[in-house]
């Protein structure tokens, strides 16, 4: 059989898709900070506007941690260090919509330290996912599920503009929906990786290469 009879579509792959779906989630967190912290503090407190501002150039900064960071957790099973980030990520929602509670005059610095979570979780898992992506994908239709992949981030950046809109009905209900979806795709990330091809999931797994006729 050639090579083009064995290959299946993308949607075939129900694996695969599982992964894509828990990466949509657990990039969520990401998006929503960049369309949604400076709405969330304006609205909370006046003036605290800064802090989003701020963390988010932070949050640029702390990318230039990735190597270091591949480095020291290096020995880990990708979707552990996947559902570790998730866990940090769902930190940060919890957070910062406890941030309702607090006085005005907190709220900036609290906001701040708390994307601390973010940054972590932001690292741990943006340091696995497209690894993991790329390994898993069979060779022969590789570039396919990349591509396919890519709806993931798609996907989160449309939704975040979305939760913007769901604070008119409350401040909190945002910071619900990004929790649950971290905690959903941390948890989520180590049920689909035992139905991963395994290369894929061990540290510094490659797929085998293979070329179409």
Not at 28 to 34: K, R
Not at 76 to 104: K, Q, Y
Not at 139 to 164: E, I, K, M, N
Not at 192 to 201: D, E, I, T, Y
């Amino acid at each position: 059989m050639s090579l083009r009879g064995r290959r299946s579509p993308v949607w075939r792959n129900r694996p695969y898709l599982a992964l894509i779906v828990v990466a949509g989630l657990l990039g969520l967190p990401v998006d929503f900070l960049l369309v949604g912290m400076a709405v969330y503090l304006r609205e909370l407190a006046p003036g605290s506007e800064w802090a989003a501002g701020v963390g988010i150039t932070a949050l640029t900064a702390t990318s230039l941690l990735t190597v270091t960071v591949v480095r020291v957790t290096g020995h880990w099973r990708r979707t552990t260090a996947m559902a570790l980030g998730g866990c940090c990520l769902a930190g940060w929602a919890v957070a910062s919509g406890a941030a309702i509670w607090l006085p005005s005059s907190w709220v900036g610095p609290w906001a701040l330290a708390s994307m601390v979570l973010l940054a972590a979780g932001s690292l741990l898992f943006g340091s696995r996912v497209n690894a993991l992506a790329e390994a898993a994908a069979p060779a022969a239709s590789r570039g396919r599920h990349l591509a396919a992949f890519q709806y993931a981030f798609t996907a989160a950046a449309l939704l975040a503009p979305l939760l913007v809109s769901a604070m008119a009905v409350g401040l909190w209900l945002p910071w619900l929906v990004v929790g649950a979806a971290s905690a959903v795709g941390a948890a989520a990330i180590l049920f689909v990786g035992r139905r991963l091809p395994q290369h894929a999931v061990h540290p510094g797994g490659h797929a085998p290469e293979q070329h179409e006729e």
